[in-house]
């Protein structure tokens, strides 16, 4: 895919799985939400979760975005690198102003994406990840057979 294709498709697509590596080196994977700012994966996971534990010990993680039933419609983007926190832990209603500031454009998009309104809602559960993909690869095979 192109970076235009790759921006499309991430901001359409509304479900990605998210591979962990746990303690005793098995992998855990599992669905979740997520926003795509054009430069970085936002991911908004329960704080209370294997998936975020298995962050906070080592924060390397692999995401595949993708699309598609039959072998000639098959779309995805997968994304390696280390995620960061970003804002509260977990992510209050009521949150404090500067730790709110870097969180506002993925919180529209979450909001806009998930509910078609323009009001995040924290429910005190969940915190915000951010990957800024150290490799991202994409594949198209719709493209195959033109």
């Not at 235009?4 to 498709?9: I, K, N, R, T």
């Not at 039933?69 to 970003?86: D, I, Y």
Request: charge should be negative; glycine fraction near 10%.
């Amino acid at each position: 895919m192109t970076p235009a294709e790759v921006d499309e498709f991430l901001g359409g697509e509304r479900t990605c799985r998210v591979a962990t590596c746990g303690a005793d080196g098995r992998p855990h994977v599992a669905p979740l939400w997520f926003v795509w700012d054009g430069t970085s994966l936002w991911l908004n996971s329960l704080v209370r979760s294997q998936r975020w534990t298995d962050l906070a010990r080592d924060p390397r993680v692999a995401v595949v975005v993708d699309a598609g039933v039959g072998f000639a419609e098959l779309r995805g983007v997968e994304l390696t690198g280390s995620v960061e926190p970003v804002g509260e832990i977990p992510r209050q209603a009521e949150p404090h102003r500067e730790l709110a500031a870097e969180l506002a454009e993925p919180e529209l998009l979450f909001a806009r994406k998930y509910t078609g309104g323009d009001t995040f809602h924290a429910d005190g559960r969940h915190g915000w990840l951010r990957l800024t993909p150290e490799k991202l690869t994409s594949w198209d095979f719709r493209k195959m057979t033109r």
